[in-house]
């Protein structure tokens, strides 16, 4: 893992700007104060770009996805809470487990992945859901990196592709 230190707002911004939005789908990003965090970049973009997809897959016709951002003693929290069909009781707390899609052309390892990249740089993913109004997906990360940091290491292999967190 290769850490740098980086704005939270660059990161969002940058991770919006590599999702196609739909026209009808408004994203409205409120991350504007200069938090800086040490992380792999490429790694928590990947984390942002993927709740950010699946924020939109939640709003099937229309919707809202809403960023915020706030700093506690140790961490910044990110926050995407969108205005989709929430998530149903009986898959809630499955969420976060490799090969759980409830999408068509998924293959349920994004949350998985993004979990762990999270947990990796210290912090934690956590979800608020309610049917028929939306989600919240929260993500906190340190504002300072323990001192030994988890080395990279192979999630999942499979015969035809290798996962890596």
């Known amino acids: 893992m290769s850490l740098a230190k980086c704005s939270v707002p660059t990161l969002v911004n940058s991770a919006i700007g590599m999702v196609k939005v739909p026209d009808q789908i408004k994203i409205v990003n409120h991350v504007c104060e ?21 924020a939109i897959d939640a709003m099937s016709d229309k919707g809202k996805l809403e960023i915020t951002s706030c700093i506690s003693t140790d961490c910044v ?15 809630l ?11 068509a052309q998924g ?19 956590k979800v608020k859901t309610e049917l028929n ?25 499979w015969p035809d592709r290798i996962v890596t967190y």
């Open 34 to 54: 200069e938090f800086w965090v040490s992380v792999d970049a490429e790694k928590i973009m990947r984390v942002l770009i993927n709740l950010i997809k699946n």
């Open 133 to 157: 109004k939306g989600t919240t997906f929260t993500v906190s990360l340190p504002l300072r990196m323990k001192e030994k940091v988890e080395e990279e290491r192979t999630w999942l292999s």
């Open 77 to 91: 929290e990110i926050a995407f809470t969108d205005s989709g069909t929430g998530i149903p009781d009986d898959i």
């Open 107 to 125: 293959m349920g390892f994004g949350l998985a992945i993004c979990k762990r990249i999270v947990e990796v740089h210290g912090g934690t993913i």
């Open 93 to 103: 707390p499955k969420l976060f487990l490799p090969l759980l899609t409830t999408k």
